[in-house]
């Protein structure tokens, strides 16, 4: 594999680090026909050098063997699903929950490193002029502005090209292939270290085509140009899991929101995901020395304010957690593993359970697809294999629509035969497993 390679495979999540190991300064990243970032190379950018820190290359160390690397002597515990870790939590932070996606705990981690200089700066995803990107930050009494989720492609190539010129040390957050992406520099590189001493891992359902804001803008009523997008906005009176989308419209100010529930299923369906996030099998940032997803999970889904899985890999992580407790300003549960399996269960379903097949359709298909580990290959019924086939048909049907309609109306009738088929057998499915508990039936 190459860079060139896993571009042309639609393997590329746009993390950037690859950018910064171009001898030649050549690449640069540009946005795809489907609404992703990608490298655009030079005739004469050192592909051979490139790939080294690219997250999906085959060539690369995976999660297990970077994680006796960078976590097995900073962390207590290991668990085959979710990496090394320190402690399992569950929770919120009482200061930053209400404007915080999920529990505010990652606004309260954020402000902890500044505030106890263990950082100097954050590496992280912010609005600038109305749109977002990855900027350093350094303000922490304005902590509160870095505080919502954001489902918009970033890259993060500029943190290599800037870092040698940053005073101090940086703090960096993302997505599982993006901290993979950040061990790797440190690996090849292992002066960064000390540069980036903590990173935080932003659990992750799949980077989405900066076409599923433009189709959440305009399911809103929105059809002009927009700005200020926040993806999450809470309704402390009911469940987590009823929220809303909102934007601004440019040219009158006008707020449009929708009700996310009346959309259907944006995640399982797998609209506007990048096909790379198919071949990725770390669902709980194994790799970050904390990582914070949202809590599906009885009791804590009940809540509109939302609450966080914390996963504290290394012994520093733990202790910043414990502080909060300490002073009070985080309310926290512990939890048994089985219980954090249980949040991500869909994605692991997906991910893990699925990762095989996906392997297979693209072999089939003339596709190149990253190695794996050995232990998350399984196989499956021939019902879940076929859900996996249409998830994919959807996935890329989605892309394909939207890239030729540009309009909700349109796009929402030719998806319908896609997502029709696809619920079809996911219900078909679900019914089946509720007969085989019921009876003690496997479904096979």
Same mark, same amino acid.
């Given at each position: 594999?190459?860079?060139?390679?896993?571009?042309?495979?639609?393997?590329?999540?746009?993390?950037?680090? =690859?950018?910064?190991?171009?001898?030649?300064?050549?690449?640069?990243?540009?946005? #795809?026909?489907?609404?992703?970032?990608?490298?655009?190379?030079?005739?004469?950018?050192?592909?051979?050098?490139?790939?080294?820190?690219?997250?999906?290359?085959?060539?690369?160390?995976?999660?297990?063997?970077? /994680?006796?690397? %960078?976590?097995?002597?900073?962390?207590?515990?290991?668990?085959?699903?979710?990496?090394?870790?320190?402690?399992?939590?569950?929770?919120?932070?009482?200061?930053?929950?209400?404007?915080?996606?999920?529990?505010?705990?990652?606004?309260?981690?954020?402000?902890? @490193?500044?505030?106890?200089?263990?950082?100097?700066?954050?590496?992280?995803?912010?609005?600038?002029?109305?749109?977002?990107?990855?900027?350093?930050?350094?303000?922490?009494?304005?902590?509160?502005?870095?505080?919502?989720?954001?489902?918009?492609?970033?890259?993060?190539?500029?943190?290599?090209?800037?870092?040698?010129?940053?005073?101090?040390?940086?703090?960096?957050?993302?997505?599982?292939?993006?901290?993979?992406?950040?061990?790797?520099?440190?690996?090849?590189?292992?002066?960064?270290?000390?540069?980036?001493?903590?990173?935080?891992?932003?659990?992750?359902?799949?980077?989405?085509?900066?076409?599923?804001?433009?189709?959440?803008?305009?399911?809103?009523?929105?059809?002009?140009?927009?700005?200020?997008?926040?993806?999450?906005?809470?309704?402390?009176?009911?469940?987590?899991?009823?929220?809303?989308?909102?934007?601004?419209?440019?040219?009158?100010?006008?707020?449009?929101?929708?009700?996310?529930?009346?959309?259907?299923?944006?995640?399982?369906?797998?609209?506007?995901?990048?096909?790379? =996030?198919?071949?990725?099998?770390?669902?709980?940032?194994?790799?970050? #020395?904390?990582?914070?997803?949202?809590?599906?999970?009885?009791?804590?889904?009940?809540?509109?304010? /939302?609450?966080?899985?914390?996963?504290?890999?290394?012994?520093?992580?733990?202790?910043?957690?414990?502080?909060? &407790?300490?002073?009070?300003?985080?309310?926290?549960?512990?939890?048994?593993?089985?219980?954090?399996?249980?949040?991500?269960?869909?994605?692991?379903?997906?991910?893990?359970?699925? &990762?095989?097949?996906?392997?297979?359709?693209?072999?089939?298909?003339?596709?190149?697809?990253?190695?794996?580990?050995?232990?998350?290959?399984? #196989?499956?019924?021939?019902?879940?294999?076929?859900?996996?086939?249409?998830?994919?048909?959807?996935?890329?049907?989605?892309?394909?629509?939207?890239?030729?309609?540009?309009?909700?109306? @349109? %796009?929402?009738?030719?998806?319908?035969?896609?997502?029709?088929?696809?619920?079809?057998?996911?219900?078909?499915?679900?019914? @089946?497993?509720?007969?085989?508990?019921?009876?003690?039936?496997?479904?096979?």
């Amino acid at each position: 594999m190459n860079i060139e390679s896993i571009v042309k495979n639609n393997l590329c999540t746009g993390c950037g680090a =690859c950018i910064s190991e171009d001898t030649n300064k050549q690449a640069k990243m540009i946005w #795809d026909e489907n609404g992703f970032l990608i490298p655009q190379l030079g005739p004469n950018s050192t592909q051979e050098k490139m790939i080294i820190v690219c997250p999906f290359a085959t060539q690369q160390k995976n999660e297990d063997e970077l /994680g006796v690397v %960078f976590l097995k002597d900073r962390a207590k515990n290991y668990n085959s699903k979710l990496g090394y870790y320190t402690n399992l939590y569950a929770g919120y932070a009482k200061k930053f929950r209400e404007t915080s996606s999920s529990g505010g705990i990652a606004t309260f981690v954020f402000k902890k @490193l500044l505030e106890e200089k263990i950082v100097d700066h954050l590496f992280i995803v912010k609005e600038k002029n109305g749109e977002y990107s990855y900027q350093f930050f350094s303000d922490f009494k304005n902590i509160t502005k870095i505080s919502k989720t954001r489902y918009v492609p970033v890259t993060m190539a500029e943190l290599f090209e800037k870092i040698a010129t940053i005073d101090g040390k940086v703090a960096v957050s993302g997505v599982a292939c993006f901290v993979k992406a950040v061990r790797l520099k440190q690996y090849y590189y292992p002066e960064l270290k000390d540069k980036i001493p903590f990173v935080v891992g932003i659990i992750c359902g799949g980077l989405k085509s900066k076409y599923y804001t433009d189709f959440l803008a305009q399911s809103a009523g929105c059809f002009s140009e927009y700005e200020h997008a926040e993806y999450r906005v809470k309704n402390k009176d009911s469940s987590a899991l009823n929220y809303k989308f909102s934007c601004i419209e440019k040219n009158n100010n006008k707020i449009h929101m929708v009700e996310m529930k009346t959309l259907g299923d944006m995640w399982g369906t797998g609209l506007f995901k990048s096909n790379a =996030c198919d071949f990725c099998d770390d669902v709980v940032t194994e790799l970050a #020395d904390i990582s914070l997803g949202d809590a599906w999970i009885d009791p804590y889904d009940k809540s509109g304010l /939302g609450n966080s899985i914390i996963i504290t890999r290394s012994l520093l992580a733990d202790k910043i957690i414990k502080s909060g &407790l300490d002073e009070s300003d985080l309310v926290l549960d512990k939890l048994q593993e089985n219980k954090v399996l249980q949040s991500q269960q869909g994605s692991f379903n997906h991910r893990h359970n699925g &990762l095989k097949t996906r392997m297979k359709l693209a072999h089939i298909n003339g596709k190149l697809f990253p190695k794996k580990r050995e232990k998350i290959l399984i #196989d499956q019924s021939f019902l879940l294999n076929k859900i996996q086939i249409l998830r994919a048909k959807t996935r890329s049907n989605s892309l394909y629509f939207w890239k030729i309609t540009k309009n909700v109306g @349109l %796009f929402n009738e030719k998806m319908k035969s896609s997502l029709v088929k696809l619920k079809i057998f996911t219900l078909i499915n679900s019914y @089946l497993n509720k007969y085989s508990d019921k009876f003690g039936v496997k479904n096979k």
